[in-house]
Antibody, heavy 117, light 112 residues
Framework: EVQLVESGGGLVQPGGSLRISCTAS????????MSWVRQAPGKGPECVAN????????FYVDSLKGRFTISRDNAKNSLYLQMNSLRAEDTAVYYC??????????WGQGTLVTVSS | DVVMTQSPLSLPVTLGQPASISCRSS???????????LNWFQQRPGQSPRRLIY???NRDSGVPDRFSGSGSGTEFTLKISRVEAEDVGIYYC?????????FGQGTKVEIK
């Protein structure tokens, strides 16, 4: 059974940094593109970033380039998102998702990131 | 970015009756590889999104056959043939043809 478990969310002050993680199981992690998708309260999902199997190709949503960094460790079946210079509008549930054929077929349960003073 | 526009935004339905959600894209969704990457997701209250349909009309494993997707170019539709209580939630279309992949605003399905 495919499982994606996010962790590391919490309350952070504006301008602060946070690193969230996702641990995958139930499939060969190194065979798949992986992604972060976020959903602000009461809003629809928003793609954040996609990373290729070996990390050699990464796509970011333009509005987040330079502040967020996606990375992965295939030996640990883990996906990461480093978030810097956080703003109130970054408050959202952040989902880890498996990407396949230009879609997301499995999602984690999400981790809530709240940016507030 | 490609804008995905759904209608209606709210859809009250009687149990056992059909429902239809429309999704329009601001650009054509045929990829250079010939495929059309239009997906539908269901998000039940308090849950993560779950994919129902990929590449316009392919149902995911475990998705009831009362759900169907159709369309082409810039106009797409999700149909539920007979709504059941467990179908309550928000439905999103999403295009994966052009990066940044984008979602519609969502259609809230509720029981009358």
């Amino acid at each position: 059974e495919v499982q994606l478990v996010e962790s590391g969310g919490g309350l952070v002050q504006p301008g602060g940094s946070l690193r969230i993680s996702c641990t995958a199981s139930g499939f060969t992690f190194s065979d798949h593109w992986m992604s972060w998708v976020r959903q602000a309260p009461g809003k629809g999902p928003e793609c954040v970033a996609n990373i290729k199997q070996d990390g050699s190709l990464i796509f970011y949503v333009d509005s987040l380039k330079g502040r967020f960094t996606i990375s992965r460790d295939n030996a640990k079946n883990s996906l990461y998102l480093q978030m810097n210079s956080l703003r109130a509008e970054d408050t959202a549930v952040y989902y880890c998702a498996r990407a396949i054929r230009h879609s997301y077929d499995y999602w984690g349960q999400g981790t809530l990131v709240t940016v507030s003073s | 970015d490609v804008v995905m526009t759904q209608s209606p935004l709210s859809l009250p339905v009687t149990l056992g009756q059909p429902a239809s959600i429309s999704c329009r894209s601001s650009r054509g969704l045929v990829h250079s590889d010939g495929s059309t990457y239009l997906n539908w997701f269901q998000q039940r209250p308090g849950q993560s999104p779950r994919r129902l349909i990929y590449e316009v009309s392919n149902r995911d494993s475990g998705v009831p056959d009362r759900f169907s997707g159709s369309g082409s170019g810039t106009e797409f539709t999700l149909k539920i043939s007979r709504v059941e209580a467990e179908d309550v939630g928000i439905y999103y279309c999403m295009q994966g043809t052009h990066w940044t992949w984008t979602f519609g605003q969502g259609t809230k399905v509720e029981i009358k």
